[in-house]
């Protein structure tokens, strides 16, 4: 029996998923995509679970699409049609970005290695992400005659702007975990040695939060970058009364008042 793509563990509230592909870099697969999105949606169910750690086996986090998968590869045969890239983009990348984006958890990117190409969109469509200084970040796309996919021409010009969003998909060219951070691309960069230590007690410091709140600060802000200022604040208060009348926020009042941790429980 072959070994798993995807790894799952728990610790406490927090689980951790990684991509088990290490001799190929972690590259997606149609076979990978499927089990990545179930341990997703297995994660989304379970109650028990109030963040997730998303990961990689081995030295990279993910090196994108495999090439050489049937889906994408194309046909050497004289006179064969080109394959309908589009196909693997709906039918697995865009569900899986999706589900990522609509998680019911706080979701932490740890960037263990290399994310290049569509694992670069993958680890910049979590809520956090936290690299190792020795990783990397590089937009492919533009040095085999594509764009950037997985959500990447939506993600880039909002975390780091049009110029170095550009600048970063027409050049290709690698980034260092340290410059990425620099520029706003991602949360954190950590000595390799303290990056598994670092996420994990952020994760469960997300895990301690309370969760419905952290869900809607992240609808929040992307719903904030394409509304004016009025519907924001419209929305604001739809969002403060739902909250409002939920445990956590009368948990957390009252802990305040009396000068005590609180203790979240909604989801």
Request: charge should be negative.
């Amino acid at each position: 029996m072959s070994d798993p793509l995807v790894l799952v563990s728990n610790e406490a509230a927090v689980r951790t998923i990684a991509l088990n592909r290490p001799a190929q870099l972690n590259s997606f697969t149609g076979e990978l995509h499927v089990q990545l999105l179930a341990a997703l949606n297995a994660a989304a169910d379970d109650a028990s679970v109030r963040c997730v750690v998303l990961t990689g086996a081995g030295r990279a986090f993910c090196a994108g699409q495999d090439l050489a998968d049937p889906a994408v590869a194309p046909d050497p045969a004289p006179g064969a049609a080109p394959k309908d890239l589009s196909v693997v983009i709906t039918q697995h990348y865009a569900p899986l970005c999706l589900r990522l984006r609509s998680m019911p958890v706080p979701v932490v990117a740890m960037v263990n290695g290399v994310a290049a190409g569509a694992g670069a969109s993958i680890a910049l469509a979590c809520d956090l992400v936290v690299a190792a200084r020795s990783a990397s970040f590089i937009q492919a796309f533009a040095k085999i005659g594509l764009v950037p996919d997985s959500g990447g021409t939506w993600l880039l010009p909002r975390l780091v702007g049009r110029a170095q969003a550009l600048g970063l998909a027409l050049l290709g060219d690698k980034l260092p975990a340290e410059e990425a951070a620099r520029m706003g691309l991602i949360w954190r960069c950590v000595d390799d040695a303290e990056l598994a230590a670092r996420v994990q007690a952020l994760a469960a410091r997300l895990a301690g939060m309370p969760t419905r709140a952290l869900v809607a600060i992240r609808g929040a802000l992307d719903a904030g970058a394409h509304s004016g200022f009025a519907d924001t604040l419209a929305h604001e208060a739809e969002l403060q009364r739902t909250l409002g009348f939920a445990h956590d926020y009368q948990e957390g009042v009252q802990a305040f008042a009396e000068k005590r941790a609180p203790q979240f429980t909604d989801r």
